[in-house]
């Protein structure tokens, strides 16, 4: 079972997320807290997910990711918010989150969301996205600093790149590119390396930053 705590300072909010959440057969939800009992509860229950409100007022949600981060085994933590451009998005996701989710995301799709996160994936994949990455890091520049990153990077190496930035887990990526997912493992671990990051978001804003991500014609990225 994937283990999900819902962070929200509306019940309303967390009691929609717990329902359809605990209708897959494989996500519990095992904890659904305002944001003042948020670090509590992750300690206390261990999940893989953690659906964080980035607005709440009696704490700031950047102040709980940060909290979050600092646990010895912190979980995947993907923002939620109420607005697709908000500013603080860029922020979150520089400090570790592992994506985000707009409130109102399609409820068929949130379990597919929260099962790619639980598999090391990141939610980052929608129109949204490039709204708020293009317009808050690098308003559509390419970044030289990026580019010579990413040149490191042989080919196969860059095409696990652009699928890791899509939101896509290892074993989607492996399909997507006849591979296994052990062997996407180690060119994942390589991306990192040459990148000189920590994380598979810091990867995807890297792999934004240097314009791998421009969409085409059929608004698919490459």
Excluded: C, W
Aim: charged fraction near 25%.
């Amino acid at each position: 079972m994937i283990r999900v705590v819902v962070v929200d300072d509306e019940a309303l909010v967390r009691g929609g997320f717990t329902h359809i959440l605990n209708a897959a057969d494989d996500i519990e939800v095992v904890a659904a807290v305002p944001g003042g009992e948020a670090v509590r509860a992750v300690r206390e229950s261990h999940p893989d997910v953690v659906l964080l409100d980035i607005r709440m007022p009696d704490v700031d949600g950047l102040t709980v990711l940060a909290g979050l981060r600092r646990l010895p085994e912190p979980p995947a933590v993907a923002m939620l918010t109420t607005f697709d451009t908000d500013e603080y998005v860029a922020t979150a996701l520089r400090s570790g989150a592992a994506g985000f989710l707009l409130k109102d995301t399609d409820p068929e799709q949130l379990p597919t969301l929260v099962r790619a996160l639980a598999e090391g994936g990141t939610v980052l994949s929608s129109t949204v996205t490039r709204t708020v990455v293009d317009g808050y890091l690098n308003n559509g520049v390419r970044e030289p600093s990026a580019v010579r990153l990413t040149a490191r990077l042989t080919e196969r190496e860059r095409a696990v790149l652009v699928l890791l930035a899509e939101g896509l887990a290892n074993t989607d990526i492996g399909a997507r590119l006849h591979l296994s997912t052990g062997t996407v493992k180690g060119h994942v671990s390589a991306v990192l390396a040459k990148l000189r990051v920590g994380s598979r978001v810091e990867a995807a804003l890297i792999a934004e930053r240097a314009g791998l991500l421009t969409p085409s014609r059929d608004g698919r990225t490459g």
